[in-house]
Antibody, heavy 117, light 106 residues
Framework: QVQLVESGGGVVQPGKSLRLSCAVS????????MYWVRQAPGKGLEWVAI????????YYTDSVQGRFTIFRDNSNNTLYLEMNSLALEDTAMYFC??????????WGQGTLVTVSS | EIVMTQSPDTLSVSPGERATLSCRAS??????LAWYHQKPGQAPRLLIY??STRATAQGRFSGSGSGTEFTLTISSLQSEDSGVYYC?????????FGQGTKVEIK
């Protein structure tokens, strides 16, 4: 069955960096656009970054543009999110999600990123 | 960007009763709307896409609407239906979610 498993979260100081991973199985990873979506504690859902099936096209929400980079390794069925210059407001659960023509039909369980001094 | 507004913020319903959740878009999204259910500590789970197409085998969930007004109906609420429900439009960039409706079991 379809599985998405995130890892790489943790506690980090403001200004530092972190790389998240999302290992997928159960479907043809290289055929799907993928997203990172985050949820701040007690808050709603916010898309963070999107990457096309081939990795050639990516977009970011304004608040992370220039600080975060989404990329993928289709040979290893893994999605990544490189997060630099982390700020307190980046504290959130980060989910990877599979795009299905605009909506998200499968989600990982999430990995928690806490930015704290 | 398209703003999605859900109502009410919290809904308290007895088991077996009907629950009706609303979602309004700031401009037309046609039928490009999805609903998700999130339980505490879990990832969201897709319930409905294309406004009314069920992604789950659970027939008590139904969606309706088009344009700017949408409804999610749970025909006979069960205890496992508690949690937060989000609508999301995918007609335009960026994809945007509503703030969520929390469903509580009386």
């Amino acid at each position: 069955q379809v599985q998405l498993v995130e890892s790489g979260g943790g506690v980090v100081q403001p200004g530092k960096s972190l790389r998240l991973s999302c290992a997928v199985s159960g479907f043809t990873f290289s055929s799907h656009t993928m997203y990172w979506v985050r949820q701040a504690p007690g808050k709603g859902l916010e898309w963070v970054a999107i990457i096309s099936f081939d990795g050639n096209t990516h977009y970011y929400t304004d608040s992370v543009q220039g600080r975060f980079t989404i990329f993928r390794d289709n040979s290893n069925n893994t999605l990544y999110l490189e997060m630099n210059s982390l700020a307190l407001e980046d504290t959130a659960m980060y989910f990877c999600a599979r795009d299905m023509s605009g909506y998200f039909d499968h989600w990982g369980q999430g990995t928690l990123v806490t930015v704290s001094s | 960007e398209i703003v999605m507004t859900q109502s009410p913020d919290t809904l308290s319903v007895s088991p077996g009763e009907r629950a009706t959740l609303s979602c309004r878009a700031s401009q037309s999204v046609f039928s490009n709307l999805a609903w998700y259910h999130q339980k505490p500590g879990q990832a969201p789970r897709l319930l409905i896409y294309r406004s009314s197409t069920r992604a789950t085998a659970q027939g008590r969930f139904s969606g309706s609407g088009s344009g700017t007004e949408f409804t999610l109906t749970i025909s006979s609420l069960q205890s496992e239906d508690s949690g937060v429900y989000y609508c999301q439009q995918y007609n335009d960039w960026p994809r945007t979610f509503g703030q969520g409706t929390k469903v509580e079991i009386k």
